[in-house]
């Protein structure tokens, strides 16, 4: 199993600040510190919330106000950012929940062509997501599965590929053609060896 999402984290667009972590590195870049109360203690009486995956970066919804953040893989707390959110567990880091099937669920928006159409939402079942890959199956063109590597490069080992792999032409000017699936038959792809000179 690989180590880090292959989608896009909190990791991916923040370092943590030395003495902190990202989550707390994020509250400091997105809030006021005059204007926001900091965080104290975890809610550990309140459910996790849900990660969720918009636009090929994994976020996680405020439960009181319409904000959103990018959810952290290495820390899985939230606190809203949003000064004019009511807060009504108080001041204290909310849980993150993130899925168990995460891989599978990464594996399966990775073959879409772009961040744009790579969403998904912990009431959608894997199934739902091929069922999903699959409605567009008439417009799409079958590729080699060796070109599959292109989206699968952060994953350790080998992996099973278990969808179509196929590529859209581009739109009229668009230049090129576009990944966007895996090999119609179940086909184990191993990384490229590093040759030595």
């Given amino acids: 199993m690989p180590d880090r999402p292959a989608l896009k984290t909190l990791e991916d667009y923040t370092a943590a600040i030395p003495g902190t972590s990202v989550a707390e590195t994020q509250l400091v870049q997105h809030s006021d510190p005059a204007t926001i109360a900091w965080p104290t203690e975890n809610a550990d009486d309140v459910a996790p919330l849900p990660a969720e995956i918009e636009h090929g970066i994994w976020m996680v919804r405020c439960p009181s106000c319409p904000s959103a953040q990018r959810a952290s893989f290495t820390d899985q707390r939230f606190y809203c950012a949003n000064v004019e959110c009511p807060r009504p567990h108080g001041q204290r880091w909310l849980h993150v ?36 890959n699959g ?3 008439a417009e799409l063109v079958p590729i080699q599965a060796a ?17 179509p792999v196929v590529v859209i032409p581009s ?27």
């Fill in 97 to 132: 929940s993130w899925p168990q099937n995460w891989v599978e669920i990464e594996r399966a928006l990775l073959v879409r062509p772009a961040d744009q159409f790579r969403h998904w939402r912990p009431s959608e079942t894997l199934q739902d997501l091929k069922a999903q």
């Fill in 135 to 137: 409605e567009h199956e």
């Fill in 147 to 163: 070109q599959a590597d292109i989206v699968l490069d952060r994953d350790l080992g080998q992996v099973q590929l278990d969808t």
């Fill in 171 to 197: 739109p009229a000017g668009g230049g090129g053609q576009t990944l966007v699936g895996v090999h119609p038959e179940p086909v184990e792809w191993t990384p490229p060896q590093k040759v030595e000179d």
